[in-house]
T-cell receptor, first 113, second 112 residues
Framework: GEDVEQSLFLSVREGDSSVINCTYT??????LYWYKQEPGAGLQLLTY?????DMKQDQRLTVLLNKKDKHLSLRIADTQTGDSAIYFC?????????????FGRGTSLIVHP | DVKVTQSSRYLVKRTGEKVFLECVQD?????MFWYRQDPGLGLRLIYF???????EKGDIPEGYSVSREKKERFSLILESASTNQTSMYLC???????????FGPGTRLLVL
């Protein structure tokens, strides 16, 4: 079945760039997503990329997609303490006529001064 | 803005009790999902619904059932709560555009 893998933890210093990596298996995914979850809250869509793109930039966020290697990354420039959260990578795959997302286990980003 | 609400933020129940978790969305979305989230395991899909009165099992449906009598409301039912169902439960509603998931704030359930 579909699988999405990401590392569990990342620690960075405030002001540095953070790069969170993700690999996925479903080559038919049309969209790939990054969600952010702050403590005690639900997930919130951070950004997404269409599968025919290889890069998307949105202010401090840069998403890179390598479709050949099925590798997705999220780069956060000038990381701030407010960026501390869990980041989930997700892909969408068809399952029984519906489009069902598969989420990675989440990467806990810890930003220290 | 899409709003997804869940009936409780925190819930404490006893083993064997029947538990209802409610989720309501206000954007007329067709698809709704229930997940549970456990540390180190990420989100696991319990059930989803793509229309009123329609439901499909997700990856871990055992011990759960769902109800979708109205489009805006999707309920998760624990028929007889057990301690291994202690978890964070997240509801999501899906926009057809890009299949973006909009999540509720979550219900943290403790079963004693």
């Amino acid at each position: 079945g579909e699988d999405v893998e990401q590392s569990l933890f990342l620690s960075v210093r405030e002001g540095d760039s953070s790069v969170i990596n993700c690999t996925y298996t479903d080559s038919s995914s049309t969209y790939l997503y990054w969600y952010k979850q702050e403590p005690g809250a639900g997930l919130q869509l951070l950004t997404y990329i269409f599968s025919n793109m290889d890069m998307k930039q949105d202010q401090r966020l840069t998403v890179l997609l390598n479709k050949k290697d099925k590798h997705l990354s999220l780069r956060i420039a000038d990381t701030q303490t407010g960026d501390s959260a869990i980041y989930f990578c997700a892909e969408i795959g068809a399952r029984g006529g519906s489009y069902i997302p598969t989420f990675g286990r989440g990467t806990s980003l810890i930003v220290h001064p | 803005d899409v709003k997804v609400t869940q009936s409780s933020r925190y819930l404490v129940k006893r083993t064997g009790e029947k538990v209802f978790l409610e989720c309501v969305q206000d954007m007329d979305h067709e698809n709704m999902f229930w997940y549970r989230q456990d540390p180190g395991l990420g989100l696991r899909l319990i059930y989803f619904s793509y229309d009123v009165k329609m439901k499909e099992k997700g990856d871990i449906p055992e011990g759960y059932s769902v109800s979708r009598e109205k489009k805006e409301r999707f309920s998760l039912i624990l028929e007889s709560a057990s301690t291994n169902q202690t978890s964070m439960y997240l509801c999501a509603s899906v926009s057809g555009y890009q299949e973006t998931q909009y999540f509720g704030p979550g219900t943290r359930l403790l079963v004693l």
